[in-house]
């Protein structure tokens, strides 16, 4: 289970309320609208726990791409945890589209054994970038996706094509992560819990809360009317 800080329901109930406060002669100044998983609108978010988890987490993910840089050059250098990460990449880097996807989705859910961060860190939460996930060979939801995130980069896909997701799952009542990659214009997305790829718009049980990329962290906000003005929230998707 992922375990988020504060109630991101509360803060998007108390963002529409401050929209609907405002004049709407006098529209409010709003981030770039850009088009993500589940055809819903984001808005920026540049502070808060899950801006600063992400940031700690691109972070250390650039410093294990030194040492996997280091590895390829000599692999009798390369640490137990950093030969079985790269032999996932390679293995998606021989497959492309939905192969690839399938491939890597596939390795990574049986190379981590699913242990909360409680047991394994002592915290409640705690996200940790791949090499670490490999050397431990344990992780929640948000380590399954981080570590299949960086291997499809590092196999060949472009980042602009790659977004990690944080969503509420109904049926579970929990808050959880997944990986999603775009393929020919369509999301695909790939979930620890199974190892079938799934279209997005094919869940129907997940609220989606905020997208994470190489640029930063977005969050899934109610639709805006050209005026400025709230029209609606994002619905629930099933599975």
């Not at 990449?89 to 399938?102: F, K, L, T, W």
Request: net charge negative; glycine share 8%.
């Amino acid at each position: 289970m992922l375990a988020l800080l504060g109630n991101p329901f509360a803060a998007r109930a108390q963002w529409q309320v401050d929209l609907a406060s405002l004049d709407p002669a006098e529209p409010p100044s709003l981030p770039a609208i850009v088009a993500e998983p589940f055809g819903l609108t984001t808005v920026a978010v540049t502070s808060g726990p899950v801006a600063e988890k992400w940031s700690a987490v691109i972070a250390a993910i650039a410093a294990e791409r030194g040492i996997l840089a280091r590895c390829a050059k000599d692999g009798a250098q390369c640490s137990p945890a950093a030969q079985k990460f790269l032999a996932v990449v390679a293995e998606g880097r021989a497959q492309s589209g939905r192969a690839r996807a399938g491939v890597v989705n596939r390795a990574i859910n049986l190379a981590i054994t699913p242990t909360s961060d409680l047991a394994q860190w002592g915290v409640p939460d705690h996200w940790s970038p791949p090499l670490e996930t490999f050397s431990t060979g344990r992780g929640d939801c948000e380590d399954y996706a981080i570590a299949k995130y960086v291997a499809l980069q590092e196999a060949g896909v472009d980042a602009d094509d790659l977004r990690l997701v944080i969503v509420h799952d109904l049926s579970a009542g929990e808050d959880h992560a997944i990986t999603a990659v775009r393929l020919d214009g369509a999301w695909l997305v790939l979930d620890n819990r199974w190892l079938a790829l799934v279209a997005d718009a094919d869940l129907r049980r997940l609220v989606p809360l905020f997208v994470l990329a190489g640029d930063g962290v977005r969050q899934f906000a109610p639709a805006i009317a050209q005026a400025g003005r709230p029209a609606s929230t994002p619905g629930a998707v099933e599975f």
